[in-house]
């Protein structure tokens, strides 16, 4: 594509050395540029893309998209944020992928991978081949594995040559996609138009960039203003921050509301869990509904009404979608059950919220002669006021509580667990065990552990690494809990 093609609609201050040059693809990485290149000089917190830009020019790139003209011979594109504009060029260099897709944008807090897994399903199950962007990678069925991506929703190069393969190459009309608030506001998907945008919930997390609830809300909402006329908005409605996301939907956009405590147009009533899982009553407008679940916890009907929801919106019958869901196991590290006797739960629970709901699902089902116990840590570099909050959550729900590290990233991971214990009334050694080794941390659950008891490990759920301050190892909450209790 010639540059003036790529920068025909852009939003631009300046043009340095113009010249008209065949651009064939797009860097922002000066190590992986290739020849033909636009090179995006991105500003983020810890680098400046600037720097690099004679790095790039060696490696192939014939153009720069800057925010301060530098002093190099090459055609150099002044805009106002590089970060931003970094996806108007994408998306008009893959040819808009997004405006031949039924693109679904799902974002809050929780519940966001399980419930693009579980709308996937059911479109699968209507006979409609659907495509998954996510947490785990992306995949373009659901019995298909996972190709890498690098953050719960990929920059924007990535993404729109993700959407542009979808389409040509699979011949796939449907996507499914969670959209991280640092995605939103970074405009990581600028450019793409969703057909729909679903809202799990919101509760404290990512403080250390928003800073502020409402800076976290903000960064939501950018989803569902984005929607045009005849889109559609599904929306928690038991949620605190619910009405505020049905507020901010535009005119024309169709509202469709959830939930088990308010009233909505889908809803759960007659709730009861087990060892094999959740049973509701499902209401909606067209009548009533009885549901078996494989997957538990109170977390997973509100994923389900979300799933469901959003199957309403796009007209597929209730039926088809409660047959889909119905024979769900679960998704991997999401109340991931890994041996029985005792039952051994891996969850991705990392927030305050999170851990507070997979606790209460884990005692509806802990019995009465047994006890519940809670393996967690905290994330280093990461807003460090959920700390606190957590501790006194898990000695609040749980009988016996294990402290350990995360993802301690740069921090001392002896300082985070002590942020945890500040949130604790006691620390009677009888309760509470600290073990920072995380894998010792899990052996020690033997130890503390009978038959009947219900463990649940919180923090990583489906990660297969762990990130320490000089390196990243390969660590696995499901492999290590395999190993100490003896599952084959």
Do not use: W
């Amino acid at each position: 594509m010639k540059l003036e093609e790529l920068i025909e609609y852009l939003d631009y201050k300046d043009l340095v050395n113009f010249k008209s040059v065949e651009v064939s693809g797009i860097s922002y990485n000066s190590q992986t540029t290739k020849k033909g290149d636009i090179f995006v000089c991105l500003v983020g917190e810890h680098t400046d893309g600037h720097k690099f830009a004679q790095m790039a020019i060696d490696n192939g790139a014939v153009a720069l998209l800057v925010e301060r003209p530098l002093d190099i011979k090459i055609p150099q594109v002044v805009v106002s944020c590089t970060r931003h504009k970094i996806a108007d060029i994408a998306d008009r260099f893959y040819s808009r992928p997004s405006l031949g897709l039924n693109l679904i944008g799902i974002t809050g807090t929780n519940g966001k991978t399980t419930v693009t897994h579980l709308i996937q399903k059911i479109f699968e199950e209507n006979n409609q081949k659907c495509a998954l962007i996510g947490t785990l990678g992306y995949k373009l069925s659901s019995n298909g594995e996972y190709r890498d991506a690098k953050h719960t929703t990929p920059q924007a190069p990535e993404l729109q040559a993700t959407l542009r393969m979808i389409k040509d190459v699979e011949k796939i009309d449907n996507v499914v996609m969670e959209v991280s608030s640092h995605a939103l506001e970074q405009n990581r998907v600028g450019g793409c138009r969703f057909d729909g945008a679903v809202f799990t919930n919101l509760t404290q997390d990512h403080l250390d960039y928003h800073v502020t609830m409402e800076n976290y809300f903000n960064a939501k909402a950018i989803l569902f203003k984005n929607l045009k006329e005849g889109c559609f908005a599904v929306i928690n409605i038991d949620d605190e921050y619910g009405d505020k996301f049905l507020n901010v939907v535009p005119e024309g956009v169709k509202k469709y509301t959830y939930g088990i405590k308010n009233r909505a147009d889908v809803m759960a009533k007659d709730i009861e869990f087990s060892l094999n899982g959740a049973e509701f009553v499902l209401v909606t407008t067209k009548g009533e509904y009885k549901v078996s679940l494989h997957m538990n916890g109170m977390f997973s009907v509100y994923n389900v009404l979300a799933a469901v929801t959003t199957a309403i919106a796009e007209n597929i019958d209730v039926k088809t979608a409660l047959k889909a869901l119905e024979n769900v196991k679960g998704v991997a590290g999401r109340f991931e059950v890994i041996t029985k006797k005792p039952l051994v739960i891996v969850d991705y629970a990392h927030t305050p919220d999170g851990l507070e709901n997979v606790l209460k699902s884990a005692r509806e089902i802990t019995p009465k002669d047994g006890h519940l116990i809670c393996l967690f840590g905290c994330g280093g570099d990461r807003d460090a006021t959920k700390r606190p909050k957590m501790g006194a959550i898990a000695e609040q729900i749980a009988d016996k509580i294990v402290i350990t590290s995360d993802n301690p990233r740069s921090e001392d991971p002896q300082q985070i667990i002590t942020d945890i214990i500040a949130g604790l009334k006691s620390t009677n050694p009888e309760k509470v065990t600290v073990e920072p080794d995380r894998g010792r941390a899990i052996e020690l659950l033997k130890t503390i552990s009978n038959n009947n008891d219900v463990i649940v490990i919180a923090g990583k759920g489906h990660e297969d690494y762990q990130i320490l301050k000089d390196r990243t190892i390969h660590f696995d909450d499901r492999e290590e809990a395999k190993k100490v209790f003896d599952v084959v």
